[in-house]
Antibody, heavy 120, light 109 residues
Framework: QVQLVESGGGVVQPGRSLRLSCATSGFTFSNYAIYWVRQAPGKGLEWVAVISYDGNNKYHADSVKGRFTISRDNSKNTLYLQMNSLRAEDTAMYHC??????????????WGKGTTVTVS | QSVLTQPPSVSAAPGQKVTISCSGSNSNIGSNYVSWYQQLPGTAPKLLIYENNKRPSGIPDRFSGSKSGTSATLGITGLQTGDEADYYCGTWDSSLSAVFGTGTKVTVL
């Protein structure tokens, strides 16, 4: 079955860096765009970034632009989120989400359980 | 930060129907497909409706979606206690960003 498993979260001080990973299985990773979506405690969903199937198109939310970078390794079926200059407002559960197709504008099809990032 | 507006909460008795609205603009709902997500307490969101009105396999036909202009609507008929959750609409925006609704909590009375 389709699985997305996030890792790399933890407690980090403001200004420091963290890299999240998302290991996938059960589907042809290189055929799908992938999102990062976060949810702060008690808050709604916030889109963070998306990358197309081939990595050629990447978009980031204004709130993280210049600090976070999404990337993928299709040979390892793995998605990454490099997070630099972390702020308290980046504290959230971070979900890796498969898109419904290869391009960045597709709906969010399958969600991972998430990894928690706490900036304090 | 949410670009799409939803009512904070809706409620109804078991077996009844609820509708959740999602209001946007020409740059998002008006020019792109809408999807809906269900988030049960303590779990990750799940896709409920995609491309305005399509249901993934396994989603019962009690759930339906529609879109008109710059607004979309999620309908839930035959309400069950297991439907108590937060519901979010989502779409793509011409500013090259994905956007979500503010979220609606459904309560079964």
């Amino acid at each position: 079955q389709v699985q997305l498993v996030e890792s790399g979260g933890g407690v980090v001080q403001p200004g420091r860096s963290l890299r999240l990973s998302c290991a996938t299985s059960g589907f042809t990773f290189s055929n799908y765009a992938i999102y990062w979506v976060r949810q702060a405690p008690g808050k709604g969903l916030e889109w963070v970034a998306v990358i197309s199937y081939d990595g050629n198109n990447k978009y980031h939310a204004d709130s993280v632009k210049g600090r976070f970078t999404i990337s993928r390794d299709n040979s390892k079926n793995t998605l990454y989120l490099q997070m630099n200059s972390l702020r308290a407002e980046d504290t959230a559960m971070y979900h890796c989400v498969r898109a419904g197709g290869p391009h960045y504008y597709y709906y969010m099809d399958v969600w991972g359980k998430g990894t928690t990032v706490t900036v304090s | 930060q949410s670009v799409l507006t939803q009512p904070p909460s809706v409620s109804a008795a078991p077996g009844q129907k609820v509708t959740i609205s999602c209001s946007g603009s020409n740059s998002n709902i008006g020019s792109n497909y809408v999807s809906w997500y269900q988030q049960l307490p303590g779990t990750a969101p799940k896709l409920l409706i995609y491309e305005n009105n399509k249901r993934p396999s396994g989603i019962p036909d009690r759930f339906s979606g529609s879109k008109s202009g710059t607004s979309a609507t999620l309908g839930i008929t035959g309400l069950q206690t297991g439907d108590e959750a937060d519901y979010y609409c989502g779409t793509w925006d011409s500013s090259l960003s994905a956007v979500f609704g503010t979220g609606t909590k459904v309560t079964v009375l």
